[in-house]
């Protein structure tokens, strides 16, 4: 079975303070993980996707297998990355394409 | 190019009463999915879509719940005899195929009453 787990319902910084948001999975083969990010309003999309290695509104996230987790940081947080954000996990086999969600987490940035 | 829309954007119903949400995929993405994201059970997976086929419909919560596509393009998802704990916002995904990126809908918001 897959899970995703995010510790952290909400989140409150201020601007330009480092963010980090936790995520650990639990998942028997290799996984492929994402950041999803959902602005008041708006639609889910996609922040990034691990095998990728991208660096997107200056957000980054390493895999680590060890500790299975996914972690999503940034150095300087704005308040425009006030939102709620969704780790998730993609499987393989006959769920190939099956996201599972973790239960997000809602960052507030303050001025 | 034009994203994912769904329709209707909101629906409000009595309990009971059977409901029809839709769902139009990008253009050329054989791969389709829905999800339901409520307060206490976060976003779900319902069901996955390859063409017009669905080898996954393992998170449809009960029978009352079923999905299709057709032409490899619109999908519907209907809830026969709906309840109250339907109520959620359910999102629609398509991908260029099983497993590359996902993106999502606006979503439609049922609420039953």
């Known amino acids: 079975a897959q899970r995703v787990t995010q510790p952290e319902k909400l989140l409150s910084v201020f601007k330009g303070a480092p963010v980090e948001l936790k995520c650990n999975y639990s998942y028997s083969g290799s996984p492929e993980l994402f950041w999803y990010v959902q602005y008041s309003r708006q639609r889910l999309q996609l922040l990034l996707r691990h095998i990728s290695r991208e660096s997107i509104k200056g957000f980054t996230a390493d895999l680590n297998k060890g500790e299975t987790s996914f972690h999503l940081k940034k150095p300087f947080a704005q308040e425009e990355d006030s939102a709620m954000y969704y780790c998730a996990l993609q499987g393989g086999g006959t769920s190939y394409g099956k996201l599972t969600f973790g239960q997000g987490t809602i960052l507030t940035v303050h001025p | 190019g034009a994203g994912v829309s769904q329709s209707p954007s909101n629906k409000v119903t009595e309990k009971g009463k059977d409901v029809e949400l839709r769902c139009d995929p990008i253009?050329?993405?054989?791969?389709l999915y829905w999800y339901r994201q409520s307060l206490g059970q976060g976003l779900e997976f319902l069901i996955y879509f390859q063409g017009n086929s669905a080898p996954d419909k393992s998170g449809l919560p009960s029978d009352r719940f079923s999905a299709e596509r057709t032409g490899g393009s619109v999908s519907t998802l209907t809830i026969q005899r709906t309840q109250q704990e339907d109520s959620a916002v359910y999102l629609c995904a398509s991908s260029s195929s099983g497993g590359e990126t996902q993106y999502f809908g606006p979503g439609t918001r049922l609420l039953v009453l």
């Open positions: 253009s050329g993405h054989t791969a």
